[in-house]
């Protein structure tokens, strides 16, 4: 029932910006706790950021601050932006889920569903 399906990744240029995004059916963004995770090549699977139902925001130090994650309530979309990219964002990016209408959100938190990732590939 609960899917989350992500796009937006592919091959860019270092120094610009992309946009990921995640449709998410059999979850409401808005009462859930929302993340974004990444697999370098060669590591294991880490969180990078979080958005709370309410409006919490949370990020990994490793960001650097470039990561803005957000939602989109109407379409039920999440969206995770990166500024000034560099060769080692790339990354396998996952969106991630669970139901929490309450409590805290942290970019760390464990989720119970995981979409099936896209790929970020930054070239100097």
């Known amino acids: 029932q609960v899917k989350l399906v992500e796009s937006g990744g592919g091959s860019v240029q270092a120094g610009g910006s992309l946009r990921l995004s995640c449709a998410v059916s059999?979850?409401?963004?808005?009462?859930?706790?929302m993340g974004w995770a990444r697999k370098l090549p060669g590591k294991a699977r880490d969180g990078i950021a979080a958005?709370?139902?309410?409006?919490?925001?949370s990020y990994a130090p490793s960001g650097e601050g470039r990561f803005i994650i957000s939602r989109d309530d109407t379409k039920n979309i999440l969206y995770l932006e990166i500024t000034n990219l560099k060769p080692e964002d790339t990354a396998l990016y996952f969106c991630?889920?669970?139901?929490?209408?309450?409590?805290?959100?942290?970019?760390?938190?464990?989720?119970?569903?995981w979409g099936e990732g896209t790929l970020v590939a930054i070239s100097s």
């Open positions: 958005l709370g139902s309410d409006g919490t925001l």
């Open positions: 059999g979850y409401t963004v808005s009462q859930s706790c």
């Open positions: 991630t889920a669970r139901f929490a209408r309450t409590g805290s959100c942290p970019y760390y938190s464990g989720m119970s569903y």
